[in-house]
Every structure is written in C-alpha cells, then in structure tokens.
C-alpha cells in the first residue's frame, strides 16, 4: 500500500521560514518523480516544484522561485520543501505527490496546511 505523509505545516509570520516534508512508503521512490503542490481556499490546486526521479533535474514555479527548495533523500524515501522569505499568498494546504518516471502523479497526500500571517 503506497503512502505519502506531509508534515511540517503550521503558522508562520511573513517573512518567515518552513520546512515541509513528506514521507514515503509502498513504492520504489527512487524510480518516481515527486511533486509539491498546494491549494488554497477557493482556489485550485497549483504546481509548486518538482524534483525528477533521476534527481538531478529540479523544477519550481516562478512565483516561488529564489524562496523555495525541493530536495529529496533517496535512502530515507523522503521529499523535503524548504520554504523561505514566506508570503501570505503563500497560505494553503501543500500536498507532495509521486509520478512514475516522467509520467504523470499517480498517488497524493494529504496535505498539510500553512497560514502565513501578515
């Protein structure tokens, strides 16, 4: 059975840091790329980075771009979102996620929330 746990979220002031981490279970991790994405309220969900599986090659959008880091430890089967300089804008619930290879993400998480306070 495939599992994917965040941890990691909480309240943080603007400006602040985070650092969110998803762990995995059930599944070969290092033949799969790992996502973050995240919702928030009344919004749909968006992609926020990824880390590809052969784990060289990492991929950010651009609203997050120079605050945000991806990483992943193939050993631990863990995926790590270092979140810095947060924003309120940056206020929803982070979900990791696993793709096989290049395909598209076949198993989610949870999700856990960040409120980012002005």
């Known amino acids: 059975q495939v599992q994917l746990a965040e941890s990691g979220g909480g309240l943080v002031q603007t400006g602040g840091s985070l650092r969110l981490s998803c762990a995995v279970s059930?599944?070969?991790?290092?033949?799969?790329?790992m996502g973050w994405f995240r919702q928030a309220p009344g919004k749909e969900r968006e992609f926020v980075a990824v880390?590809?599986?052969?784990?060289?090659?990492?991929y950010s959008a651009d609203s997050v771009k120079g605050r945000f880091t991806i990483s992943r430890d193939n050993a631990k089967k863990m995926l790590y979102l270092q979140m810095n300089s947060l924003r309120p804008e940056d206020t929803a619930v982070y979900y990791c996620?696993?793709?096989?290879?290049?395909?598209?993400?076949?198993?989610w998480g949870q999700g856990t929330p960040v409120t980012v306070s002005s």
């Open positions: 880390v590809k599986w052969y784990g060289t090659a990492r």
């Open positions: 059930g599944l070969t991790f290092s033949s799969y790329s």
């Open positions: 996620a696993a793709g096989f290879m290049n395909g598209g993400y076949d198993y």
